[in-house]
């Protein structure tokens, strides 16, 4: 069956009870078949950045009364998806997101990847799904810190993930499951990062600070520059849920006219 064309967007302000900022936030999205084997989706859209309490919520410092945090994405993305025959095919993305908060040093963030698909089982009560995916993602500068400046969220300058997802599911009568999981290969690579990446003066008070320390006592190079240090990990790397549901059903039986005429 041919897929038909679709739009859908959304847009509202948001600041949950606690939350220090207020924002826009929401995003536009139009998919639909380019012929019989080749569909499309394309998006734009701003969102909160929700890895942590601060680069989702903002966070204040009670000594200093600094605020900084709320951290949002907005770019756009693009999805191409091949089907060979039905239940097996191949799929490409890409995307490009800015990402800016308050009194917090600006980013980029460029995604790409794509992978395949087939069905294993498909039956009428049961369902094998398998593939390939490859996930590329960069950003432009390490922000995954929580001093004044950062923005609290993971930013490597290089990650590769390379898995093989898995996706059964089944029903009988009243009975229905799902179960999805992954398992591979990751990779990452984050570069240094100043302590005080918006704010010169600080950075400049923290490089005297370290020097001083290092005087005293043996830092590395990173530390002695007032810097987070970088790293690179590459790691196995999985994630596992599912789903339960249960039909209850409850009859009535409405009473007879005679029922309620005694």
């Not at 948001?14 to 826009?24: A, C, D, E, H, K």
């Not at 999805?79 to 060979?84: C, S, V």
């Not at 094998?128 to 810190?145: H, I």
């Not at 590395?220 to 994630?239: E, M, S, V």
Request: hydrophobic fraction near 30%; glycine fraction near 14%; proline fraction near 3%.
């Amino acid at each position: 069956t041919r897929k038909e064309s679709s739009a859908a967007s959304d847009v509202y302000k948001r600041q949950p009870i606690g939350f220090l900022y207020s924002t826009v936030v929401g995003g536009a999205q139009i998919e639909g078949p380019l012929n019989d084997q080749i569909d499309y989706k394309v998006g734009v859209s701003r969102r909160a950045v929700t890895d942590s309490l601060l680069s989702f919520a903002g966070a204040k410092d009670a000594r200093t009364g600094d605020e900084w945090g709320g951290v949002v994405a907005t770019g756009a993305r693009a999805e191409l998806g091949f089907e060979t025959q039905p239940g097996q095919g191949f799929y490409g993305y890409g995307s490009y997101h800015t990402l800016n908060g308050h009194n917090v040093a600006s980013n980029s963030r460029f995604e790409g990847g794509g992978g395949m698909y087939w069905r294993l089982i498909d039956e009428p009560n049961r369902t094998l799904s398998s593939g390939l995916n490859v996930t590329m993602l960069g950003f432009g500068k390490n922000r995954r810190y929580f001093t004044y400046g950062h923005g609290g969220y993971f930013s490597p300058q290089n990650f590769l993930s390379v898995g093989v997802p898995v996706d059964w599911t089944g029903r009988s009568s009243r009975l229905s499951y799902r179960v999805q999981g992954s398992v591979g290969l990751q990779h990452f690579k984050e570069d240094a990062a100043n302590f005080f990446p918006t704010s010169s003066a600080r950075q400049g008070a923290a490089f005297e600070a370290a020097q001083t320390a290092g005087g005293l006592t043996e830092l590395g190079d990173d530390a002695a520059r007032a810097r987070y240090a970088g790293q690179t990990k590459t790691g196995l790397g999985y994630n596992v849920g599912g789903s339960l549901e249960y039909k209850i059903c409850l009859l009535y039986t409405s009473p007879s006219p005679r029922d309620l005429s005694t």
